[in-house]
């Protein structure tokens, strides 16, 4: 079964981006190299902050929408809720058995 996921990058200023994808370590990825011309490459948007996994595309896009449409505050609040220390989360989806030989 084929998952999906909604994100969200920051800066180190704290500039926020949100995308969504099907494969979450490859575009995280993406993003960290550069390798995606445009926003993020831009202003150095490359620090997972948040993300939420969707069953299909069609929720994912959709809560994508939403996310960008929503003002800064309150996505702020999201990430907070789950991530207050702002860590970049990349390590926690790239090697899912880390925690496991911590």
């Known amino acids: 079964m084929k998952s999906y996921y909604v994100y969200i990058l920051a800066s180190r200023n704290k500039v926020l981006y949100v995308g969504s994808t ?6 995280i990825y ?3 190299m550069g390798l995606i011309d445009g926003f993020t490459k831009r202003y150095n948007v490359n620090r997972l902050v948040y993300y939420e996994p969707h069953p299909d595309l069609k929720s994912a896009r959709k809560r994508e ?5 929503w003002r800064r505050q309150w996505k702020i609040n999201l990430i907070e ?3 207050k220390e702002w860590m970049d989360l990349y390590e926690e989806i790239s090697d899912p058995y880390k925690k496991i030989y911590q």
Do not use: A, F, G, Y
């Open 22 to 27: 099907d494969r979450l370590s490859r575009r």
């Open 65 to 69: 929408k939403q996310l960008k449409n």
């Open 81 to 83: 809720s789950v991530n």
């Open 30 to 32: 993406q993003h960290k």
